[in-house]
């Protein structure tokens, strides 16, 4: 059964400063991996989607890598502002089977302070 | 505004009433999804919709009754619900089952009381 991790749960960084999310996945074997921001009471909002033939993905100030045979994903934040804080979950779709079923982290909340 | 629009935004509802979720896209996609988020857990996966045919119900309950009348879309009819059923329940939707990308609706807040 695919298990999903991420950490820190929660992070607390000052404005401008770069940081990195962190995920990790029990089985390699995914189709894809996909990153969200959730604000408080909100959906999810897509960011950035990997396909497990791609080494990393960027858009803007984010960049996201993912090392499938080590089950692990970044997301890079750079030059961070208050408009960041909300939370992000990282899911993977498995590469059999059930395809559809995104598997999904608790998330790291994070707060970017001014 | 991602092209998935949820209503209500929040529900409130008795044990024993009985209410719908209603979720529509935008996007021309062929999939949709609920998933239900419950504090401090992950997301669930509950049902998934390919092109209006139902491919995946992960062991939810049946007071839980998904309906998809065509690809744009989807219900969540509730009855008889418990308090632990109360949670954001979100919405998704995208190309394909598969390797495409999901975009998730705004929820619905729903308490059960």
């Known amino acids: 059964k695919q298990e999903v991790t991420q950490i820190p749960a929660a992070l607390s960084v000052p404005e401008g400063e770069n940081l990195v999310l962190n995920c990790s996945f029990t089985d390699s074997a995914i189709y894809n991996l996909q990153w969200f921001r959730q604000d408080p009471g909100k959906g999810l909002t897509s960011l950035l989607l990997i396909q497990s033939s791609q080494r990393e993905q960027t858009s803007g100030r984010l960049n996201a890598s993912l090392d499938k045979s080590s089950g692990r994903s970044t997301l890079y934040i750079a030059a961070s502002q208050p408009g960041d804080s909300a939370t992000y979950l990282c899911a993977v779709r498995p590469g059999s089977g059930t395809a559809s079923k995104l598997t999904f982290g608790t998330g790291t909340r994070l707060q970017v302070t001014l | 505004e991602t092209g998935v629009t949820q209503t209500p935004r929040h529900l409130v509802m008795g044990m024993t009433n009985k209410k719908s979720l209603k979720c529509e896209q935008h996007l021309g996609h062929n999939a949709m999804y609920w998933y239900k988020q419950s504090a401090k857990k992950p997301l669930e996966l509950m049902f998934v919709y390919n092109f209006k045919e139902q491919t995946e119900n992960n062991s939810v309950p049946s007071r839980f009754s998904p309906e998809c009348p065509n690809s744009s879309h989807l219900f969540l009819h509730l009855h008889t619900l418990q308090p632990e059923d109360s949670a954001l329940y979100l919405c998704?939707?995208?190309?394909?089952?598969?390797?495409?990308?999901?975009?998730f609706g705004q929820g619905t807040r729903l308490t059960v009381v």
């Open positions: 998704a939707s995208s190309q394909r089952p598969t390797n495409t990308e999901a975009f």
